[in-house]
């Protein structure tokens, strides 16, 4: 997403090309931070913080990580220290993840959840849950970035990653039903 | 293969992360098994509500909101390095040239305290012999008193010591006894120097002085000025008091325009004076020629002395002379064909086009490093930013520009020496003047 040419650039002290760079991560830095804190506001205060950071640690950044990585380790490092409300997380009971009941398979199965309802139920997920999902389908990373970006093991980040979609499958399942909703 | 191992199945398949073995199970087990088909058609659906969630973009730039904090970032990294800049005081400051390229952001702190922090009492010291030369203008000269009071030019000149009376009267009261011996116009333009060479001390050869004199200010650049200086173009660095510059750096550019035109030839250096703590640095070898005047300080021994009392005088004026005499370090350049301004100040690089008195911006694009001096193409087209390293080696970037802004940038650099080719709009104007402007006096001058 960034060419290593600025990147290097703005570690050798070229504010110019260092400005450019924020410019060109903004983007990213700031969907991270909005389907991490489901707020605008905050997610505004977040990307702020962490295009600073960036900016007074760019030469902290080594070339053996991917620079996408490393940005979003910055972001998300933000958001759980500071930014993500202490809302409690609806603990979503493993034994719940039942296969489906036979009634009304059909109609549930071909129906699509509505957009809002997803962005509710990304925000109730545990917090490392809900950061692998937003780094897998927002930043479009793979297993190994992910891992990358979050300093965990790889199979730890699969393990979040399969359990994360389960919840969020039962959960979708559950407003449909005008269940938990809310 | 238990439903559960194909629940891990399902999810990696939906990662592509099987292979074609593994996908093949997967398919068998789905067939046979109604719940699991079931259960695989969710996921799917649910990865695909996922992939298509909105790609929010922020409600404004960023980057842009952060600009303030982020040159207060560097303004705090460079107080920081102030203390490890001032030990190495005595350097050649030529050495301590700002380089995009090679500059550390410990070398960005340093040239950044000197506007802070140093400068504001440096400022304070020139404003003192500002007043000082105002009360032997008032006694000897009839000079009209219009002009702003901002500007500092060049105190040495007599037209523009009028202009500054009323600015030195503001700071000077104080200081003034500090000053005292400063009622020599030498000695008025030696502590102009000084404060000009203190903002600006480690941050390089720049030298800009409007007027004519380069070739004191830096070394580099012997006398290359002189035979420029006809040229409309001129170079230089500008430094304003805080108070007249904020929000204004248009106007400054403006002010430098102006100054071109060779209106009154006593006006001009008022003018130009924005570049306030003007110096006069006038060593009398360079100034020789065009100004000079009676007014012209030629002694550096004086700038010695004026920069040990400033230092005393620092600790005592603190805070608050910092917020009345902070100063702006710009660098300022004409095109040739007088169309277009580019001035440097605070990070920015900034184009304005003419419009008969006014000027309009037409762009403005970050620059972190303070550039040594700006030159032109002869055709006005393309304009230069040099910097010269520690390593003596000249780094020039490129820019076309125009009514569409900064484009194409490209660098070279060189080894050797820094030669400055500077022209000067103002030396044209300013040759009667008898004015000598130095806005940068190098240590080694400084030093005698």
Same mark, same amino acid.
């Given at each position: ?5 600025? /990147? ?49 640690? /760019? ?32 603990? /979503? ?24 309802? /997803? ?64 | ?15 592509? @992360? ?55 970032? @560097? ?66 000269? @009839? ?292 004015? @000598? ?12």
């Amino acid at each position: 997403m960034v060419e290593q040419e600025l /990147i290097r650039a703005a570690q050798s002290g070229d504010r110019d090309a260092l400005i450019t760079l924020l410019r060109e991560i903004e983007p990213y830095v700031y969907r991270t931070a909005y389907y991490l804190v489901h707020n605008e506001q905050d997610a505004m205060d977040a990307s702020q913080e962490a295009l600073i950071r960036i900016y007074t640690k /760019i030469n902290s950044y080594e070339e053996k990580a991917q620079f996408k990585t490393w940005v979003q380790r910055i972001v998300t490092n933000i958001v759980i220290d500071k930014f993500r409300r202490s809302k409690p997380t609806v603990s /979503i009971d493993e034994h719940n993840l039942v296969f489906l009941g036979k009634e009304d398979v059909e109609k549930e199965v071909l129906s699509s959840y509505a957009a809002q309802d /997803i962005r509710e139920a990304i925000d109730r997920l545990p917090e490392h849950h809900r950061t692998v999902v937003v780094l897998r389908y927002l930043q479009d990373f793979s297993y190994n970035e992910i891992a990358e970006s979050l300093n965990l093991p790889l199979n730890t980040v699969k393990s979040y990653l399969f359990r994360a979609r389960q919840q969020l499958q039962t959960m979708l399942q559950d407003y449909e039903k005008g269940g938990v909703r809310g | 293969m238990n439903c559960q191992e194909v629940v891990t199945l399902m999810q990696r398949e939906l990662d592509h @992360d099987l292979d074609a073995p593994e996908q093949k199970l997967l398919a068998e087990h789905l067939n046979r098994c109604p719940a699991c088909s079931e259960m695989y058609e969710r996921l799917k659906l649910l990865n695909e509500d996922l992939e298509m969630l909105p790609k929010v973009m922020p409600p404004f730039s960023i980057v842009d909101s952060i600009l303030p904090k982020l040159d207060e970032i @560097d303004r705090e990294q460079a107080a920081t390095a102030t203390s490890f800049a001032s030990d190495h005081k005595e350097q050649p400051r030529d050495q301590r040239t700002a380089d995009p390229l090679t500059k550390t952001s410990e070398g960005y702190g340093i040239e950044k305290s000197k506007k802070g922090f140093r400068f504001n009492w440096k400022a304070a010291g020139a404003v003192a012999a500002a007043a000082a030369v105002f009360g032997l203008i008032i006694v000897n000269s @009839d000079l009209p008193r219009t002009q702003e009071a901002a500007d500092f030019s060049s105190l040495a000149n007599t037209a523009s010591e009028t202009a500054q009376n009323q600015s030195a009267e503001k700071a000077a009261s104080g200081s003034e006894e500090k000053m005292g011996a400063a009622a020599e116009d030498r000695s008025i333009a030696d502590s102009s120097n000084q404060e000009i060479e203190g903002d600006s001390a480690d941050k390089s050869t720049s030298t800009a002085d409007p007027k004519v004199d380069d070739s004191v200010a830096n070394p580099n650049q012997p006398s290359e000025r002189m035979k420029n200086a006809p040229g409309s173009v001129a170079e230089q660095e500008v430094k304003v008091p805080a108070k007249e510059d904020n929000g204004s750096s248009a106007d400054s550019s403006r002010v430098g325009s102006q100054s071109i035109a060779p209106v009154d030839p006593t006006i001009p250096p008022s003018r130009e004076g924005e570049p306030v703590p003007s110096k006069n640095t006038n060593t009398g070898s360079t100034d020789s020629g065009s100004q000079g005047g009676s007014t012209t300080p030629e002694d550096q021994p004086v700038v010695d002395e004026q920069e040990e009392q400033v230092t005393d005088t620092k600790d005592l004026q603190g805070e608050d002379t910092k917020s009345i005499f902070q100063m702006v370090d710009q660098v300022y350049s004409l095109s040739p064909d007088q169309a277009f301004e580019i001035i440097w100040v605070e990070g920015t690089l900034k184009l304005y086009q003419k419009e008969g008195e006014a000027s309009k911006e037409v762009a403005a694009i970050p620059w972190k490093s303070r550039p040594e001096h700006i030159s032109w193409s002869e055709d006005s087209k393309q304009v230069r930013l040099h910097f010269t390293a520690a390593d003596k080696k000249v780094t020039t970037w490129s820019y076309e520009v125009g009514q569409d802004g900064f484009k194409n940038r490209t660098s070279v650099t060189q080894e050797g020496e820094s030669v400055l080719h500077h022209t000067d709009p103002s030396a044209e104007a300013n040759k009667d003047a008898s004015v @000598d402007q130095q806005n940068q006096l190098p240590t080694g001058q400084n030093n005698k």
